[in-house]
């Protein structure tokens, strides 16, 4: 851990965060990192953040080459949607890009929403962890720290709660993470939307992060329709791509992640089934529909690709 080493005043007594009365003297050397890192977040992450790795502990962020072009996304686009494979680091690197607009844009407001509320406290607990890491000089300083929120010295907070109509209603929120938010039930999804979209979509520099494996045709799957890559993308005034929802997407293979092969998948494919390893890895969602034709029948129809998978095997 990082040490408050010209400290006399951590925040509530925590050796390595600074508290926002505290100054810190700063050399010329770290002026100049600073304003690095301000100017361009996959400097900052690369260089200063740790993560909470499951197998080493706190280590430091040696991104894949797909987490690079996401944090690119996320910095160059202001609304995105991103339907990644399980345990492939999509919360890790959105996490990391939070932690970079808090610090380095003063009096904003951050929601990291997911599901569950307990979810969206352990990515709160993730980045807070993160920052504990990072060299004094470099913190904001702390004004409030717990589990349901923090707030650095630059006005800047970072709050999470469960995904609803309600969570956040009537907030002025500049940057909104929604995580797994196909897993969110229809009904509250709806509403959510309905209440929450209008007034963040309306602001000229807010943004909006969207990640989840898929989940059946639901909210999640018609935003992924909506949406757009880069290549398709044409910016109107207000941010939003043209001719479409105003939404960026992103997706990966399985195999992007370094260590998945085929030796790997059928490792998977015998723990969880076909069925989960097509939705959770491949991204296939099994109420999308396919139009076949019976080669013995000539009957043509249209039906769930779940339904076609078990009439296969």
Not at 28 to 40: H, M, R, S, V
Not at 142 to 148: A, D
Not at 197 to 218: E, H, L, Q, R
Request: negative net charge; glycine residues 6%.
């Amino acid at each position: 851990m990082v040490m408050l080493e010209d400290s006399n005043m951590p925040f509530n007594g925590i050796l390595n965060l600074r508290d926002q009365n505290e100054s810190v003297k700063v050399e010329k050397w770290q002026l100049q990192e600073l304003k690095k890192c301000a100017k361009d977040p996959l400097y900052f992450l690369k260089n200063y953040v740790y993560i909470n790795t499951r197998d080493k502990g706190m280590q430091k962020f040696d991104m894949y080459d797909f987490q690079e072009e996401l944090i690119d996304k996320f910095n160059t686009y202001r609304f995105n949607i991103v339907k990644f494979p399980r345990q492939c680091g999509k919360s890790t690197t959105t996490r990391g890009f939070i932690l970079w607009y808090a610090m380095f844009n003063p009096d904003k407001v951050v929601a990291i929403l997911a599901n569950k509320l307990n979810l969206a406290q352990e990515q709160l607990q993730q980045l807070r962890d993160s920052y504990a890491m990072l060299p004094v000089w470099m913190q904001p300083g702390v004004k409030q720290w717990n589990k349901r929120g923090i707030q650095f010295s630059h006005g800047t907070r970072i709050m999470c709660a469960a995904t609803s109509a309600d969570g956040i209603r009537g907030m002025a929120i500049n940057l909104l993470y929604l995580d797994e938010f196909a897993f969110v039930p229809s009904h509250i999804s709806s509403d959510f939307i309905a209440s929450v979209f209008p007034t963040i979509s309306s602001g000229k520099t807010t943004k909006v992060i969207i990640t989840s494996t898929p989940n059946g045709m639901n909210h999640f799957f018609d935003m992924w329709e909506d949406a757009v890559y880069p290549e398709d993308y044409e910016q109107d005034d207000e941010g939003y791509a043209v001719g479409s929802s105003g939404y960026i997407r992103s997706s990966i293979t399985w195999n992007a992640v370094p260590g998945r092969d085929e030796r790997w998948a059928a490792g998977e494919r015998a723990k969880i089934g076909e069925i989960r390893f097509n939705q959770e890895y491949k991204c296939i969602n099994y109420n999308e529909t396919v139009t076949i034709r019976n080669t013995e029948t000539g009957l043509i129809e249209t039906i769930p690709i779940g339904e076609l998978y078990e009439r296969l095997v």
